[in-house]
T-cell receptor, first 111, second 110 residues
Framework: SQQGEEDPQALSIQEGENATMNCSYK?????LQWYRQNSGRGLVHLIL?????REKHSGRLRVTLDTSKKSSSLLITASRAADTASYFC???????????FGQGTTLQVKP | DADVTQTPRNRITKTGKRIMLECSQT?????MYWYRQDPGLGLRLIYY???????NKGEISDGYSVSRQAQAKFSLSLESAIPNQTALYFC?????????FGPGTRLLVL
């Protein structure tokens, strides 16, 4: 069964707006990661947040982690049409790279 | 990422046929993984390998087998393909918290 559930499943916004995606998981984790997938292509790692961290930034990306609620969010600020993709959260319970993925959020950014 | 390559990129096969999907990497990573992706279900782990002599089943290993021929090569086999194995298959390597994915193999089982 899937560890993570993502919300919303699909999101459509205008260029320049912010996009927020949420991920919930079920068991204790060592770290949580976010990946991006362009249509039909391989996943690309975006950012990793460890269980003892609460917030992390990378460029226009901001990730938060609330281990008490077993949830994470990914914020993309000032979105661009090129951000159109599917975004997946993945949890690693043992720092072994054995990831469990959520179902993903499909983001469409309209120019 | 060209450092992780998969062959073939697309494959159509018939029920009952044995097929092999191959993965090669030039990253020098010990750990390699095979996932399948189905619409609406995200990625699910099939098998993973921490080194040439260490191979482990993932969440959905039934109907699949793997071979780690060398550090750089990790192959996935479907012994007798069935239609519900139609999916997008990804190989990945791992280092320092990050997985590096290949471009995927799209498999259709008729």
């Amino acid at each position: 069964s899937q560890q993570g559930e993502e919300d919303p499943q699909a999101l459509s916004i205008q260029e320049g707006e912010n996009a927020t995606m949420n991920c919930s998981y079920k068991t204790s984790i060592n770290n949580l990661q976010w990946y991006r997938q362009n249509s039909g292509r391989g996943l690309v790692h975006l950012i990793l947040i460890r269980s003892n961290e609460r917030e992390k930034h990378s460029g226009r990306l901001r990730v938060t982690l609330d281990t008490s609620k077993k949830s994470s969010s990914l914020l993309i600020t000032a979105s661009r049409a090129a951000d159109t993709a599917s975004y997946f959260c993945a949890t690693d319970a043992s720092n072994t790279g054995k990831l469990i993925f959520g179902q993903g959020t499909t983001l469409q950014v309209k120019p | 990422d060209a450092d992780v390559t998969q062959t073939p990129r697309n494959r159509i096969t018939k029920t009952g046929k044995r097929i092999m999907l191959e993965c090669s990497q030039t990253k020098g990573h010990d750990r390699m993984y095979w996932y399948r992706q189905d619409p609406g279900l995200g990625l699910r782990l099939i098998y993973y390998s921490f080194d040439v002599k260490d191979i482990n089943k993932g969440e959905i290993s039934d109907g699949y087998s793997v071979s780690r021929q060398a550090q750089a090569k990790f192959s996935l086999s479907l012994e007798s393909a069935i239609p519900n194995q139609t999916a997008l298959y990804f190989c990945a390597t791992y280092s320092q918290g990050t997985q590096y994915f290949g471009p995927g193999t799209r498999l259709l089982v008729l």
